[in-house]
Structure formats: C-alpha cells, structure tokens
C-alpha cells in the first residue's frame, strides 16, 4: 500500500492563481480531510468528507473548495490564491468502521503564495 | 473552548525521560492521540488512548490520561536524538467527525 500520497509536493503561485492540491489514499477509508499547517498554531481542518459525494467544512474553509467524486481522491481547488494561504498542507484518511479515527497522514504540500 | 494546549518546547539530554503535556478542554472526548512530526514530513500516530482508560503502555511510550483535569501526558523513556520531533496533542470529540489538535511541543534531545 503506497497509504496517502499528496502532489505536488512543493508550489510557488502569484496572487490570484488557482491551483488544485492532489490527495490519494488506496486504503479505502471514507474518511478524508484536509489539513494546513502554519508556525505556532498547530494543524488546523479545511474540509473533510465521510464518504464520496460527502464534504463538509473544517475551521479555516475559507478560499477552498473540495469535493469527492470517489473514495480515493480528495482534491482541495485554491480559487484565488493569497500570501495568507501560504502554509503547509496535510491530507489525511481514517476509516470509520472502528471508532478510533487513527488517521494516517500524507508527507504534505509546502505552497507559497507570492 | 475549542483550545488543545501544549508548552511549545523540550529540552532532553540523551538517555533521560521525557515529559510531553497537553491538556484539552471537552470532557465528552472520546479519544486522545499522539502524534509524531519529523522534519519535512507528515505526522505520524505514535498511540492513542481512549477515555475510558487511565494509562497505556507501549515499548518507550506510556500515556497518562487524568479525565478529571483534562490532562494528557507523553512519557518517552530512554530518549534518543531520533526521537528529536514535534509531537502533537490531538482530541476527538463524541459526535464530531474531526479531531482537534494541538500547536504541537518541539522535543530537542541533546547528548
């Protein structure tokens, strides 16, 4: 099992670009989220889905957008890059069959917005 | 409050034992998980405990629940320069599917 994989894994955009981050998981858990990392404040959750079809926001939602089309990808869309999303980004599965929600994480997206 | 707190910094010397703290503020969390991150990559579950529980030991590692203050421990034993990493804090609350987590304690172990 090659777990969850993200690409890229480093990203340099202008202010205003969009761009899409990549998240895949063969461990077919219906859980997936993604989270972004910034100095000091800990992992902070953008979206999260249950299942495909299924999203739901995080904390910090705003400026991404989601969506499931099947239970391995989760795609987060930047619609309209800022410096302020300049960060780290995690994505993470779980499976929901037991009730511990060990979640298993990618190595991460290093993006810098410009 | 939404708060997970962890002191920022640890400073070990090799071969001693390590404290990592953390308290979290819902009573109704059913989980509490450490997590482990090393220099550019992502976190991994080093253990978890359920609230039901007081303690669990794995190898190195023992977790020290205390429901009644909300606090959470980490306990490395015999800690070595590869066990240098962030170590995150995180909670799961009934009836919410995310886990919160906290900003994360920077261990340093030094000979």
């Given at each position: 099992?090659?777990?969850?994989?993200?690409?890229?894994?480093?990203?340099?955009?202008?202010?205003?670009?969009?761009?899409?981050?990549?998240?895949?998981?063969?461990?077919?858990?219906?859980?997936?989220?993604?989270?972004?990392?910034?100095?000091?404040?800990?992992?902070?959750?953008?979206?999260?889905?249950?299942?495909?079809g299924?999203?739901?926001?995080?904390?910090v939602?705003?400026?991404?957008?989601?969506?499931?089309?099947?239970?391995?990808?989760?795609?987060?869309?930047?619609?309209?890059?800022?410096?302020?999303?300049?960060?780290?980004?995690?994505?993470?599965?779980?499976?929901?069959?037991?009730?511990?929600?060990?979640?298993?994480?990618?190595?991460?997206?290093?993006?810098?917005?410009? | 409050?939404?708060?997970?707190?962890?002191?920022?910094?640890?400073?070990?010397?090799?071969?001693?034992?390590s404290v990592?703290?953390?308290?979290?503020?819902?009573?109704?969390?059913?989980?509490?998980?450490?997590?482990?991150?090393?220099?550019?990559?992502?976190?991994?579950?080093?253990?978890?405990?359920?609230?039901?529980?007081?303690?669990?030991?794995?190898?190195?590692?023992?977790?020290?629940?205390?429901?009644?203050?909300?606090?959470?421990?980490?306990?490395?034993?015999?800690?070595?320069?590869?066990?240098?990493?962030?170590?995150?804090?995180?909670?799961?609350?009934?009836?919410?599917?995310?886990?919160?987590?906290?900003?994360?304690?920077?261990?340093?172990?030094?000979?």
């Amino acid at each position: 099992n090659a777990g969850v994989t993200q690409t890229p894994k480093f990203q340099v955009l202008k202010t205003g670009q969009s761009m899409t981050l990549q998240c895949a998981q063969d461990m077919n858990h219906e859980y997936m989220s993604w989270y972004r990392q910034d100095p000091g404040m800990g992992l902070r959750l953008i979206h999260y889905s249950v299942g495909a079809g299924i999203t739901d926001q995080g904390e910090v939602p705003n400026g991404y957008n989601v969506s499931r089309s099947t239970t391995e990808d989760f795609p987060l869309r930047l619609l309209s890059a800022a410096p302020s999303q300049t960060s780290v980004y995690f994505c993470a599965s779980s499976s929901l069959a037991g009730s511990s929600y060990e979640q298993y994480f990618g190595p991460g997206t290093r993006l810098t917005v410009t | 409050g939404e708060d997970v707190e962890q002191s920022l910094f640890l400073s070990v010397r090799e071969g001693d034992s390590s404290v990592i703290n953390c308290t979290y503020t819902d009573s109704s969390s059913t989980y509490l998980y450490w997590y482990k991150q090393e220099p550019g990559a992502g976190l991994q579950l080093l253990t978890y405990i359920f609230s039901n529980m007081d303690m669990k030991q794995d190898q190195r590692l023992t977790v020290l629940l205390n429901k009644k203050d909300k606090h959470l421990s980490l306990r490395i034993a015999d800690t070595q320069t590869g066990d240098s990493a962030i170590y995150f804090c995180a909670e799961k609350r009934r009836g919410y599917n995310k886990l919160i987590f906290g900003a994360g304690t920077r261990l340093a172990v030094h000979p």
